[in-house]
């Protein structure tokens, strides 16, 4: 089955743009386009996209309450890739805090357009993580943020699992993890779902900020 995407932005050659870029790959579908983050929800519910590409800017409701108001109204949702003019963007930032899974740059190549389409379905590895540090370094509490330290220590995260978030953190996927610790994919995989479960994550980028938020992993 071929990977389902929304494109939501408000300029029409951006949108185009990603079209003609996804639409060449036999794997990808675009199966919507939206001018606006206020079509997100009831486009989503109609068209079931595995990921909505979508940009943080945008003049009546932007990325961020976008992904805010689907990750709280539709059951299963997609997965969010921001798309950016600038990565170092504060907005990006509060994108990813907010529930987004990645974040792609408008001036990205095709291929790497494409490739971040296919990392965010397939959701075993962490997108751009060097810029995801370094935001987390500029924007983040630095190990300040109350409510991620208290999330980190109901986690209760046995050592094992605590290495598996480390590594996360610095955006290796399965098979690079279980290389790392000498041990089966399947068995990475058990661990990753059982941080997600504790820190109550919806996925890898969420687990990621708050390890960095709660001081549990350094940013720098």
Not at 95 to 109: E, P, Q, S, V
Not at 134 to 149: F, H
Not at 175 to 203: P, W
Request: aromatic letters at 4%; glycine letters at 8%; hydrophobic letters at 45%.
């Amino acid at each position: 089955m071929p990977v389902r995407v929304l494109l939501v932005d408000d300029e029409p050659l951006v949108r185009a743009g990603l079209r003609a870029v996804l639409e060449a790959q036999p794997d990808i579908e675009v199966v919507g386009e939206a001018a606006d983050g206020a079509a997100v929800v009831p486009m989503v519910r109609t068209l079931r996209p595995d990921v909505v590409a979508m940009d943080v800017r945008m003049p009546l409701l932007d990325g961020i309450e976008a992904t805010r108001a689907l990750l709280r109204t539709v059951a299963d949702p997609p997965k969010i890739l921001v798309v950016t003019t600038f990565e170092n963007d504060e907005y990006v930032y509060e994108a990813l805090r907010a529930g987004a899974d990645g974040f792609l740059l408008k001036r990205a190549r095709p291929a790497e357009i494409v490739h971040a389409v296919r990392l965010i379905a397939e959701g075993d590895s962490l997108l751009f993580p060097a810029s995801v540090r370094q935001l987390a370094a500029e924007y983040g509490d630095d190990g300040g943020n109350r409510a991620a330290r208290a999330t980190v220590e109901r986690a209760r995260l046995t050592e094992r699992e605590g290495e598996v978030l480390r590594l996360m953190s610095r955006g290796l996927s399965n098979a690079e993890i279980a290389a790392r610790l000498v041990v089966g994919t399947e068995t990475v995989k058990s661990h990753v779902s059982a941080v997600l479960a504790k820190l109550g994550a919806r996925d890898r980028t969420q687990a990621v900020i708050t390890a960095y938020e709660s001081g549990f992993v350094a940013p720098g």
